[in-house]
T-cell receptor, first 111, second 116 residues
Framework: TQLLEQSPQFLSIQEGENLTVYCNSS?????LQWYRQEPGEGPVLLVTVVTGGEVKKLKRLTFQFGDARKDSSLHITAAQPGDTGLYLCAGRTSGTYKYIFGTGTRLKVLA | ETGVTQTPRHLVMGMTNKKSLKCEQH?????MYWYKQSAKKPLELMFVYSLEERVENNSVPSRFSPECPNSSHLFLHLHTLQPEDSALYLCASSQESTLAGGGAQYFGPGTRLTVL
């Protein structure tokens, strides 16, 4: 069974701090997405990474795909209250339509 | 606004009721998905339709019945549900060109279902 473990599960930080969220698996993925979900809403796509070692930046968010395409990280610089939400990673295996979702990291940024 | 709409947003039903969830995507995508999101559990893929043909079915109980009449619409028909089926049901769509990768999913806002 493919699993994507995210850590930490919960994170509460002060505005302006930096943080990193990890997404780990023993499986190889052809692509991996990161989403943010707010209460009462569906997940919103932040980024897709497809190449081992790839780094993508989205303003204060930096995403990295592991060299072996089994893990990924999300780093937020100078977190703001608007970053609060549930962060989900999702991996997809080549040759299938199935996405495996991570266990989620619930982030709260205090003003 | 992600281009994927779901109705209703909230639904309360008894175990003997029959209801349907509706999803519509305005993105021109060719694949649509149903997910179940329960508290403290990862999103669970229920069904996948590609070009209106069901291509994934994750051993979902028969009390859930999907229907995809065209590439823009997806339904989830519900009957004789159990209280443990209470969850947020999410619809998503993606554009699939190959199975090698890409095809990021775009989600609707979900239907919050409560089964009494």
């Amino acid at each position: 069974t493919q699993l994507l473990e995210q850590s930490p599960q919960f994170l509460s930080i002060q505005e302006g701090e930096n943080l990193t969220v990890y997404c780990n698996s023993s499986s190889v993925f052809s692509s991996l997405q990161w989403y943010r979900q707010e209460p009462g809403e569906g997940p919103v796509l932040l980024v897709t990474v497809v190449t081992g070692g790839e780094v993508k930046k989205l303003k204060r968010l930096t995403f990295q795909f592991g060299d072996a395409r089994k893990d990924s990280s999300l780093h937020i610089t100078a977190a703001q209250p608007g970053d609060t939400g549930l962060y989900l990673c999702a991996g997809r295996t080549s040759g299938t339509y199935k996405y495996i979702f991570g266990t989620g990291t619930r982030l709260k940024v205090l003003a | 606004e992600t281009g994927v709409t779901q109705t209703p947003r909230h639904l309360v039903m008894g175990m003997t009721n029959k209801k349907s969830l509706k999803c519509e995507q305005h993105l021109g995508h060719n694949a649509m998905y149903w997910y179940k999101q329960s508290a403290k559990k990862p999103l669970e893929l229920m069904f996948v339709y590609s070009l209106e043909e069901r291509v994934e079915n994750n051993s979902v109980p028969s009390r859930f019945s999907p229907e995809c009449p065209n590439s823009s619409h997806l339904f989830l028909h519900l009957h004789t549900l159990q209280p443990e089926d209470s969850a947020l049901y999410l619809c998503a769509s993606s554009q699939e060109s190959t199975l090698a990768g890409g095809g990021a999913q775009y989600f609707g806002p979900g239907t919050r279902l409560t089964v009494l």
